[in-house]
């Protein structure tokens, strides 16, 4: 396999951006600065601060197989080990189908603070858990874009097609031809309560998914869905007016083993005090990354903690 990194970014001087990227970085661990590394990131955006990661990208993909790559959006607060397994699944389950696919790289995309769930930490120390939690995977890659160079929530749709639309300008080999841009499918990966609000409505009446975007993110590019408990998926796709046209676009994983772990799950270990580890990558839960995580860990923890002594808490706080 070839990595982007042994070649010539199709984007120019990758180099020079990542050493961009790392300043931004270690400028945007102090929480004092994490409204201005936001501000940077969107100033530098432009030029370059907040391109796409492409170091893991596979090149080259067999003969006969389409080049794929996933993207999952979420809160990621924190991000659990059943996330980077939900990767293994959605890659499983994509290059199953018939030999058709061959996964080329895989992206998650912790949502905005604009989101406004109560339950996020700061997008910094979010990123910076996801950057550690991906940290050792050979093809699972953080993106800051959504939550660190946007200035407001950005709408699941927007994000899909960003990322397939930098993805169009990565030349890909497929077999003994030459590397082309325009190759790589992008396919959304999500868990099965996210497929269930597909149909949901909030109490406002408004649809949670509007259905021309659930049209666009799942008819014009696909998705991967991961079972999370017992719900039957296929019956939710089919009923569903939207899902039901696009069944052909859309693969569905049914992991062999589920766990309850989630990310409030976590959260609720730590409002107690209680070990994370094995719940969550070892590096996002001892915090040794590097010296910029020890930082946003920390931050996390303290963050939980604060809210706790604050609040003179002896129960768990509902974060949800
Ligand atoms: N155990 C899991 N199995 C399959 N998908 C999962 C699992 N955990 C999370 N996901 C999926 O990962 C994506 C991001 O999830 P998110 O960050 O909201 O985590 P979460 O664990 O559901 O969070 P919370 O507990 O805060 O609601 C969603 O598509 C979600 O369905
Ligand atoms: N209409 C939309 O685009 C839409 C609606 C709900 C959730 N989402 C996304 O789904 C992800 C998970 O959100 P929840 O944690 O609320 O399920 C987030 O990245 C969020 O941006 C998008």
Redo the contacts with the bound molecule.
Sequence with gaps: MRSARETTSPRGCPGRKLRWHAFAVAFGMLPAFAAVRQAFMRVFHRQGVCTLPSSKLRLQVPEGRIPVAIV??????P??L??L??FE?ARDALERTGGKFKVVGGYMSPVHDAYG?A?LAPAHHRLSMVEAAVSDSDWIMADSWECLCRSEWTPTVEVVSRFAAELSKVPVAVGSNRPQCGKVQLVM??????LQSFNATKPSGERVWPDDDVEVIVGQHGLVC???GKADLGAIARESTVLGKHLDKIVLAK?RV??G?????V?QYLASNQSIRYLVHDKVSRGLFTPGLVHCAKGFFVQVRDYIFKHKLNELPNW?
């Design positions: 999952a959006p979420g809160s990621f607060s991000p659990t059943l996330h397994r939900m699944e769930k339950s990966l999500c868990g099965g309560d996210v991961v079972g999370r992991p589920l766990t772990i989630s990310s409030s799950v959260r949800q």
